[in-house]
């Protein structure tokens, strides 16, 4: 499975949009890139997931580079209750029982 | 909708001690997984469970074991409790190898102190 790498920390004002980056550069073409947050000690919640195109639901957008390598979640208008731990997880079909949590990114928004 | 429940919510136990935390699933899922996570860490796998009465080792299986005799139920046993077992216990599911694009869903945890 492809390791991750994300910033350790972020911050973003509320009301404007939050961009988490995730770099996956030994990703393989048949991994999926995964997104979940944890907020406080609940746990962790899924958000999105893509293969190589752009996608977008009722939580948030992610942005696949052409060469797979990174990937950015954009919360489009970020609140306070979007204060938590975010994981981007790189994750196989061959290896769809195996999901690999790295440390995350804290992200904190500011009122 | 119950999703993913996990029992109990919270223990204390000695050292030596065992237990069994429970995982109940009601969403017919095939897949089932235990990861433990310490403070400020992200989630290490424990064990996972692709079937009913198959399961494997995850990245930290020492110390545990578990048994998928339910399809719906993953248990996680600790034979005898070590302080550096003290963690929150979380449970996920998910469907099949053939829906692997899916993602887990969670249940809220179990917290667990060794003494």
């Known amino acids: 499975d492809a390791k991750t790498t994300q910033p350790p920390s972020m911050d973003c004002a509320e009301g404007r949009a939050a961009n988490l980056p995730c770099n996956h550069s030994?990703?393989?073409?048949?991994?999926?890139v995964y997104w979940y947050r944890q907020i406080h000690s609940q746990g962790p919640q899924y958000i999105i997931h893509?293969?190589?195109n752009n996608e977008t639901n009722e939580m948030a957008s992610l942005i696949i580079t052409e060469d797979r390598k990174s990937s950015t979640l954009i919360l489009p208008h970020a609140t306070l209750r979007d204060t938590a731990v975010y994981y981007c997880?790189?994750?196989?079909?061959?290896?769809?029982?195996?999901?690999?949590f790295g440390s995350g990114t804290r992200l904190s928004i500011r009122p | 909708n119950a999703g993913v429940t996990q029992t109990p919510k919270f223990r204390v136990l000695k050292t030596g001690q065992s237990m069994t935390l429970l995982c109940a699933q009601d969403m017919n899922h095939e897949y089932m997984y235990w990861y433990r996570q310490d403070p400020g860490m992200g989630l290490r796998l424990i064990h996972y469970s692709v079937g009913e009465g198959t399961t494997a080792k995850g990245e930290v299986p020492d110390g545990y074991n578990v048994s998928r005799l339910k399809k719906q139920n993953f248990l996680l046993g600790l034979e005898s409790a070590a302080p550096s077992q003290t963690s929150v216990y979380f449970c996920?599911?998910?469907?099949?190898?053939?829906?692997?694009?899916?993602?887990?869903?969670f249940g809220d945890g179990t917290r667990l102190s060794i003494l």
């Open positions: 997880i790189v994750r196989g079909y061959s290896s769809a029982s195996k999901i690999i």
């Open positions: 996920a599911s998910s469907p099949g190898v053939f829906s692997s694009n899916q993602p887990q869903h």
């Open positions: 893509g293969l190589k």
């Open positions: 030994t990703i393989s073409g048949n991994e999926y």
